[in-house]
């Protein structure tokens, strides 16, 4: 995705083993080529304020493999790794969850189990603030002041309430097929999304490819206030998390979710050895003798080979394993592959299980409600420098 106005995308950085570079040019390249003239430009807000990373993650209970692999990963490797006046937030958002009908009681048994889930990936409550959405009012105040400068037009072209509503792309609000299903909530999504970051001052943000332009969308937000008001909330930068798809192993050109209606579609990060080597079993592939990668001509076994690498303690790339595993039977490859994700999920099931036990009920409360003063406090400075400006 090439996003208009910016040729090489400058506030993107994709997230990789050797730290983060700007997308489309290196950051060498990119210090050598401004070197003489960046030191005559004043620092821009962003550059003058602590580094404060945020993300957020639906609760929809325990994660998956994709969720995982794709995300909660790359947060904990961001936490491990910031330096320590590095500021980390990360946000259970459960009234993001509320633009598609909920059970009272089981939204709120997914939201304790994605704390715990949080917590078994490997975040510190000690470290990083964690909490949930809905105990930070300012979230939802900030929200109604950016929708006050916020685009309609922009919003239309938003891609999620499209796919949401399983509508065309070129569809837009006024359509009657449209207006019949799409509600307030789910198309002022993406100005929640953002009041979410802006509000925390947040300076970077780890997303995939497909959050990329609610992320353009906020910086739109942080533009139209900061034109009228000054420069108060800062523009974020996008933290492009390696791809790492995981597809569902019954279709595999679906990405794996928790929506589809085949449970053995899905690994989540709780399913015992036998429910992986069972679901895994069952992973549809193909009649062709041998392991090979073709993501195009072999779906099915290219997912596994990718799932593969992508739990592989020596991150081997998914040519390495085919050319390993190619003269094996396909129930073989597939016990092997049981095999290796069921002993890289181990240890979550061990920190999990003991966690969700009723006698720790009252720390996971705990661990939100520190975290959620910790976000209120962090969120009113920035929030109480927006009411000023404004008059309020």
Not at 250 to 261: N, Y
């Amino acid at each position: 995705m090439v996003v208009v106005g910016y040729a090489v995308r400058p506030h993107i950085l994709r997230l990789s083993q050797n730290g983060p570079s700007v997308v489309g040019i290196t950051t060498r390249s990119l210090r050598s080529k401004h070197k003489s003239s960046t030191s005559s430009k004043p620092a821009s807000l962003q550059q003058l304020s602590p580094r404060v990373i945020f993300s957020g993650i639906q609760p929809t209970g325990v994660p998956h493999l994709g969720n995982y692999l794709g995300a909660l990963q790359q947060w904990v490797q961001l936490q491990d790794q910031a330096a320590p006046t590095t500021k980390l937030i990360f946000s259970i958002v459960d009234l993001h969850a509320l633009t598609v009908p909920q059970d009272q009681l089981q939204l709120q048994r997914w939201t304790v189990e994605t704390m715990a889930s949080l917590l078994a990936v490997g975040l510190d409550h000690n470290r990083s603030t964690i909490f949930c959405q809905s105990d930070v009012s300012a979230h939802t105040e900030m929200m109604w002041i950016l929708s006050c400068t916020a685009s309609m037009g922009y919003l239309s072209r938003m891609t999620q309430w499209k796919s949401k509503l399983a509508l065309n792309e070129d569809a837009s609000p006024l359509d009657q097929s449209a207006k019949a299903k799409l509600k307030l909530g789910l198309f002022s999504y993406p100005v929640l999304q953002a009041a979410d970051i802006l509000v925390h001052g947040a300076t970077h943000i780890p997303v995939g490819e497909d959050q990329v332009q609610h992320l353009e969308f906020t910086r739109e937000c942080a533009n139209n206030f900061n034109s009228i008001h000054g420069d108060i909330l800062i523009e974020p930068t996008t933290l492009l998390s390696p791809a790492k798809r995981v597809m569902s192993l019954k279709d595999p050109l679906q990405k794996m979710s928790k929506s589809h209606k085949d449970y053995r579609s899905k690994i989540l990060l709780t399913d015992s050895p036998e429910e992986i080597h069972l679901k895994i079993k069952h992973a549809l592939t193909d009649s062709i003798s041998g392991i090979s990668f073709s993501p195009a001509a072999r779906p099915g076994v290219s997912n596994l080979l990718e799932i593969l690498s992508h739990v592989d303690s020596d991150a081997r790339s998914p040519q390495e394993w085919a050319e390993e595993c190619k003269s094996l039977k396909m129930r073989a490859f597939k016990e092997l592959v049981s095999d290796k994700v069921s002993s890289s999920l181990s240890g979550f099931r061990e920190r999990y299980t003991p966690l969700m036990e009723a006698r720790n009920y009252t720390l996971l409360k705990d661990i939100a409600r520190h975290g959620a003063t910790e976000a209120r406090e962090n969120s009113g400075r920035m929030l109480a420098k927006v009411r000023d400006a404004i008059g309020i």
